[in-house]
């Protein structure tokens, strides 16, 4: 299988996804098995630009809703900025949050 380029824009409708994706990611690593906050953005992270990889070889025409359309870096870009709003959020409010 080629690796796949997506042909995307900066204002494509996934974007805000990826964004509000990038945002959670962290958040729900802190929440549920309370991980420290380095490895929340790091699984986030990790997560987010592999996710882009598998796009670059799964075609989402063969594959459905797990495929993509080849690899975003303005997608990894936003779900990057989500994880690191995400993280800024963690920094200032985790100790003041429930199960701190």
Do not use: Q, T
């Not at 509000?20 to 986030?44: A, D, E, K, Q, T």
């Not at 987010?48 to 303005?74: C, H, P």
């Amino acid at each position: 299988m080629p690796w796949r380029w997506a042909n995307d824009e900066w204002w494509s409708g996934d974007k805000l996804g990826h964004f509000l994706g990038g945002l959670m990611g962290p958040l729900l690593f802190w929440v549920i098995p309370h991980l420290h906050r380095s490895w929340c953005v790091v699984l986030s992270l990790a997560f987010w630009w592999l996710w882009e990889v598998k796009d670059a070889f799964m075609r989402w025409e063969d594959w459905g809703w797990i495929g993509g359309d080849g690899f975003s870096w303005r997608d990894g870009a936003a779900s990057s900025l989500g994880v690191l709003s995400a993280w800024i959020i963690l920094a200032l409010f985790a100790p003041y949050l429930p199960g701190a």
